[in-house]
C-alpha cells in the first residue's frame, strides 16, 4: 500500500520555459483532467504534442487518423499529434486463429458473467499481443519525439491513458447494476469482480491504465539519456485515483467513491511510479479529486464529494474568490433550494455512519454494499434533483476548477516531486485559488 502523501504546500515554479515540451500520452476527447495540464503548458509558452490512439475500421483493423481526422483532433488538442496509434488493451487481438476477445463475448448474455469463459491460456496470449503492438508503437513514437523535439528541450511526458472495459456490449447492463443498481437490479461489486468477466475486466484496467505506464518509461530511456546528455530535464506524469480529503464536518478527511473497482489498477500505477524513481527516473501519480465528466457518468454518486470544494474554497480563499462562485452556483438552483441547504445534504452522506464503517484507506478499493449503494444513489438523485437544469450542474463547474487546478498544481509538482504519489485535495486547490498563480480558474 503507497504512502499517503498530500501535497502540502504549493510546489515551487517548475523550471519549463518557451520552447520546452509537453507530451500528451493518450488522445485527449472532450473535456476532463488533462484539459488543464495543456492549459497551464500552453500558459507559460510549452510547445504542446499530442498523440493518437488510432481508429478500429469495420472489420475490426487498426488504423491512423485520416488527414480529416488529424486536421480535427489538432484542432481539440491545440497542437500537432504524432500519427501513430497508441491504442491500448488487448480485447480486439485475434491470436491462434481464434476470434478476438470483443468478438468472442458478443455472443454472451449478462446473466453468463459468472459462467462463461475462453479457452486456456487465451487471454494470456491477447494480452502479450496487445503489450506488443502496443509497446512497438510506443518505440515508434519516441523515435518521432527524437527528431521533432531539441536535444536540450525540457519535457515532461504526460500519461493519460484510463479505462480498460473490453468493448463489448454485455458490461453496460452489469457496470449499470454494480454503479446504479438498487433493489433487485443491485450488483454486488465484489461478486461481479471475481467472477470471470469481472478478472478481465481486471486484467484489462491494469493493462490500459497501469502498465502503459511502465512501457512508456521503458521506450522512452534513449530520449532520457540524450536529454541529461544537453543539460535537459525529462519527467513523467500520470493522473491516479486513491480518494480525496475533503472538508468534512470542519476537518479535512479522506473519503472516497465506493466501489471503485478501477483501484487496484490505479495502485499499480502508483508501484510503477515507484519503481522508476527508486531508479533516479522522476516519475510521478497524482491522485487527482473527483470530478464529473462524460466518462465518470457510469458512476454515478462519484459526483457528491465535489460539492465541499466550495466550502474548501471559502475557508482558504477567502470571500473575494468564494463569493463570487457561490453567487453562480445559487443561480443553478430551483426557487427555494439553497446552497448551504446543498452542502448540508452533501456532508449528511460524506459523514453517514455507514460510510465511515466501509471507506478505509488500508484496505481500499472497497467493495459496495446494498445499502451502501441505496444511501449513495438516493443522495446522489436528492442533489442532483435541486438544480434547475439537469445540464447546468453545480458539480459541472466545480469540475472545471479541479480540472484546472490540478493542471496547474501537476505540472510543477512534476519538475521536482516531494513523492513518487502525490494527493490534490480540496486544501491545496483552494489554496491555489488563494495564490496568484490561481488567476482565471474560478
Given amino acids: ?51 493518437t490512439v488510432g481508429r478500429r475500421d469495420s472489420d475490426g483493423s487498426l488504423r491512423k487518423l485520416t488527414d480529416e481526422e488529424l486536421a480535427e483532433a489538432e484542432i481539440v488538442l491545440g497542437g500537432s499529434i504524432i500519427n501513430i496509434p497508441l491504442e491500448a488493451g488487448f480485447d480486439m487481438e485475434a491470436v491462434d486463429g481464434q476470434p478476438s476477445v470483443a468478438e468472442q463475448l458478443k455472443k454472451v448474455r449478462p446473466d453468463d458473467f459468472d459462467t462463461f469463459s475462453f479457452s486456456e491460456g487465451f487471454v ?40 480498460g472495459i473490453p468493448r463489448a456490449r454485455v458490461f453496460m447492463p452489469l457496470l449499470n447494476r454494480v454503479f446504479k443498481g438498487t433493489g433487485d437490479k443491485y450488483l454486488s461489486s465484489e461478486t461481479f469482480w471475481n467472477s470471470n468477466l469481472g478478472q478481465l475486466c481486471d486484467t484489462s484496467f491494469n493493462e490500459v491504465t497501469a502498465d502503459t505506464f511502465h512501457y512508456l518509461i521503458e521506450k522512452t530511456e534513449r530520449l532520457r539519456r540524450r536529454a541529461a546528455a544537453n543539460g535537459a530535464r525529462i519527467c513523467y506524469s500520470a493522473y491516479g485515483y486513491h480518494g480525496t480529503a475533503v472538508l468534512v464536518e470542519g476537518e479535512y478527511r479522506w473519503q472516497s467513491y465506493t466501489p471503485y473497482v478501477q483501484g487496484y489498477a490505479k495502485m499499480r500505477l502508483e508501484d510503477h511510479a515507484a519503481k522508476a524513481s527508486a531508479e533516479g527516473i522522476t516519475a510521478t501519480v497524482f491522485n487527482c479529486p473527483e470530478i464529473q465528466t462524460n466518462s465518470s457518468a457510469l458512476f454515478l454518486g462519484v459526483e457528491i464529494s465535489l460539492y465541499p470544494l466550495l466550502t474548501a474554497i471559502r475557508r482558504e480563499a477567502g470571500e473575494l474568490q468564494a463569493g463570487k462562485l457561490e453567487a453562480r452556483c445559487q443561480t443553478m438552483l430551483k426557487e427555494g433550494e439553497t446552497l448551504s441547504g446543498l452542502l448540508e445534504r452533501a456532508e449528511t452522506y460524506l459523514a453517514s455512519p455507514l460510510l465511515q464503517q466501509i471507506v478505509n484507506y488500508d484496505t481500499w478499493p472497497q467493495h459496495n454494499t446494498r445499502e451502501q449503494a441505496e444511501l449513495m444513489l438516493a443522495a446522489s438523485a436528492e442533489l442532483m434533483g435541486m438544480h434547475t437544469d439537469q445540464k447546468q450542474l453545480i458539480c459541472a463547474e466545480l469540475s472545471r476548477i479541479v480540472f484546472l487546478s490540478t493542471g496547474r498544481l501537476m505540472l510543477h509538482a512534476a519538475w521536482n516531486p516531494a513523492a513518487p504519489s502525490l494527493w490534490l485535495n480540496h486544501d491545496s486547490i483552494a489554496r491555489l485559488l488563494a495564490d496568484d498563480r490561481g488567476n482565471g480558474i474560478a
Avoid: W
Fill in 124 to 163: 494470456e496470449k491477447a494480452l502479450q499481443a496487445g503489450t506488443s503492438r502496443f509497446c512497438n508503437a510506443l518505440e515508434l513514437l519516441a523515435h518521432e519525439l527524437e527528431s521533432r523535439i531539441p536535444a536540450g528541450a525540457n519535457i515532461l511526458l504526460a500519461h493519460s491513458m484510463a479505462g
Fill in 1 to 51: 500500500m503507497t504512502e499517503y502523501t498530500p501535497l502540502q504546500q504549493l510546489p515551487e515554479k517548475a523550471g519549463y520555459k518557451a520552447g520546452d515540451v509537453l507530451v500528451l500520452v493518450g488522445e485527449l476527447f472532450g473535456r476532463g483532467y488533462a484539459n488543464g495540464l495543456i492549459e497551464e503548458a500552453k500558459r507559460i509558452g510549452m510547445t504542446i504534442i499530442g498523440t
